[in-house]
């Protein structure tokens, strides 16, 4: 059975996208935790980002408390925390602020109390620290009583901010929230997950950004009064916000969903880069090979030659049928079974290296949108070509190229493995390992993803991790 440290690297490297170092440093975390009495009353937990999705966290670690009974029956290590279920941990994950007595809904459908602090390694956060409790008791309801009327609202018309299509929040001097209308309540009581009532919260609490009460105050004073239009992702979701200081202290947040705004304006400019870096690129690459070879295949009157070369040429052809295959697609999903099959296919056949087995194992549930499925076309072929090209200078038996692709939990993990003489990889961004470079920005910028290469005397193991 695994101990706990070797269940937080496990948990790390498979599901989110955290280095090495970063993994190592949440490990002491835990270590510290383990070995200290500072929670003996609590369960305590670590959080970390999920890869799968932006509105959950991964819980990686748990420590039941010693003076008392644990909150919960079963092992949650392994479990995701949804933003509608623990509004605390991923905020303290989006903004790096502490979130402090926050009612939320356990993985177990218990109530519960929680507090959480930033996990930060070298200037980024990389985890919660959780600390929770059963929600204190509530006192006797008090029977309701008409709202006076505060000094900030007496110059505006009744119901005003009410009728606003957008969230209102209005905080007194020392940051206590004095008011929020309708639709502010319902977006933190719905997609943020927030149970207590936000009246009496404090600003730091509730802000969906890094700038705390504080800062808010002196960059207000600094600039008028007044905050430029701030664009924040959220959980997956985008707000814009915008502050303002009022009379006697008081400071007003405007805060308006731009989630859908976002995303066509994200959808508009991966369109825009794909006609750009794709179509035109490789096409026209092609295109240009393709003319080179047949222009050496006429000007030689060996036979043998032009067959050559007219094999190279059917070759290169067959890549581009590829690309315009996707290129027609856009917009729809695409099974990757057959999309990868038909790039090793074509890599094989352009070296034709018959002594080379094939290994391909690839879960014909995978799909991808035709950006993302290019993209991972052209990273397969690239890092393919090269096993195929470089990997076995001299014939080898039980030589071998592998080709797997797996899903778990939303995250896609492609595999490309050959058993030949491995190079230095620390080398790839020098000259000639252009094509490392590209596939290395492609998993980055198309695919969100981490890309690991481990190159030895034994083989090269080349991993690419994503979302789905």
């Not at 490990?27 to 609590?42: F, K, M, W």
């Not at 809904?105 to 959780?130: D, N, R």
Request: charge should be negative; aromatic fraction near 6%.
């Amino acid at each position: 059975m695994m101990n706990y440290k070797e269940k937080i690297r496990e948990l790390c490297s498979q599901q989110t996208d955290l280095s090495p170092m970063a993994i190592e440093y949440l490990v002491e975390q835990a270590s510290q935790l383990e070995t200290g009495d500072t929670y003996s009353h609590q369960d305590v937990f670590i959080d970390v980002r999920s890869l799968a999705q932006p509105n959950q966290a991964l819980v990686i670690y748990h420590k039941r408390p010693q003076k008392q009974r644990s909150l919960y029956r079963e092992d949650v290590v392994g479990d995701v925390a949804d933003l509608r279920d623990e509004p605390g941990v991923i905020r303290t994950l989006e903004t790096g602020l502490a979130s402090v007595g926050l009612t939320a809904m356990s993985q177990e459908g218990a109530v519960i109390y929680q507090t959480v602090f930033p996990l930060v390694w070298e200037k980024e956060v990389v985890g919660t620290l959780i600390i929770e409790m059963a929600p204190p008791s509530l006192s006797s309801s008090i029977s309701p009583t008409e709202k006076p009327v505060l000094d900030w609202e007496q110059d505006l018309p009744a119901n005003f901010l009410e009728q606003l299509d957008n969230q209102i929040f209005v905080f007194d001097p020392q940051g206590t929230l004095v008011y929020a209308n309708a639709k502010a309540r319902e977006l933190y009581a719905g997609r943020l997950g927030y149970r207590d009532q936000l009246e009496g919260m404090h600003y730091d609490n509730l802000v969906l950004d890094t700038l705390s009460y504080q800062e808010a105050l002196a960059r207000a004073r600094l600039e008028k009064n007044e905050i430029d239009q701030v664009r924040v992702p959220y959980g997956g979701y985008f707000f814009q916000l915008k502050r303002q200081l009022l009379t006697n202290g008081y400071l007003l947040m405007e805060c308006r969903d731009v989630t859908e705004i976002r995303n066509l304006e994200r959808e508009l400019q991966e369109q825009k880069v794909l006609v750009r870096e794709m179509n035109h690129r490789v096409k026209n690459n092609l295109q240009t090979l393709v003319s080179l070879l047949r222009l050496q295949a006429y000007q030689t009157d060996k036979m043998d030659v032009k067959e050559a070369l007219e094999e190279s040429v059917h070759r290169i052809l067959s890549v581009a049928s590829i690309h315009d295959l996707l290129s027609h697609k856009k917009g729809q999903k695409l099974p990757l079974a057959p999309l990868l099959e038909q790039v090793l296919t074509t890599v094989r056949r352009s070296f034709g290296q018959d002594f080379i087995q094939v290994q391909s194992q690839v879960d014909a549930d995978c799909e991808l949108d035709a950006s993302r499925a290019t993209a991972l076309a052209l990273i397969a072929n690239e890092i393919l070509q090269n096993s195929f090209k470089h990997a076995f200078h001299v014939k080898k038996k039980n030589a071998t190229v592998g080709l797997h692709l797996t899903k778990k939990n939303g995250i896609i993990r492609v595999l490309i493995t050959d058993n030949g003489s491995g190079y230095n990889t620390r080398r790839r961004y020098s000259q000639g390992h252009l094509g490392l470079v590209l596939v290395e920005r492609f998993v980055q910028d198309k695919l969100s993803g981490r890309l690991d290469v481990q190159s030895g005397s034994n083989g090269t193991r080349t991993s690419i991790l994503f979302h789905e």
